[in-house]
């Protein structure tokens, strides 16, 4: 399995979506933090978060007793760089076109 493979695979379930959110409105939550919002066991919370750190989207960090969960973008952002940013490219090209032509058109009104 490829790192996108695993970033898709991650991604691809609502309860992991939901635990980034989390931590990216609070960066370094402890599991108890973040199960404390969902309706699950805390063993399924810790099966999520370890395909979560599988994908390089969560790292932990030990803090005394306490094990920190941190958000990591950057597979994220390499997702969107190789599979988004490319499709968006021409649109925005041809709204900026778009812009030009109509203000020209609303300079040759006046």
């Keep these: 399995m490829t790192d996108d493979d695993r970033v898709?695979?991650?991604l691809a379930d609502p309860t992991r979506r939901s635990l980034l959110d989390r931590l990216?409105?609070?960066?370094?939550?402890?599991?108890?933090?973040?199960?404390?919002e969902l309706e699950m066991?805390?063993?399924?919370?810790m099966k999520h978060l370890r395909v979560l750190e599988a994908a390089?989207?969560?790292?932990?960090?030990?803090?005394?007793?306490?094990?920190?969960?941190?958000?990591?973008p950057v597979?994220?952002?390499?997702?969107?760089d190789r599979w988004i940013d490319k499709y968006t490219e021409g649109r925005i090209s041809a709204l900026v076109d778009l812009k030009k032509q109509l203000e020209e058109n609303n300079d040759d009104e006046e």
């Design 41 to 45: 066991s805390r063993f399924g919370v």
């Design 75 to 80: 597979p994220i952002r390499q997702i969107h």
């Design 24 to 36: 990216f409105a609070r960066d370094g939550l402890t599991l108890t933090e973040l199960e404390s």
């Design 56 to 72: 390089g989207l969560v790292v932990t960090v030990r803090s005394g007793r306490k094990k920190l969960h941190y958000l990591n």
């Design 8 to 10: 898709f695979k991650a």
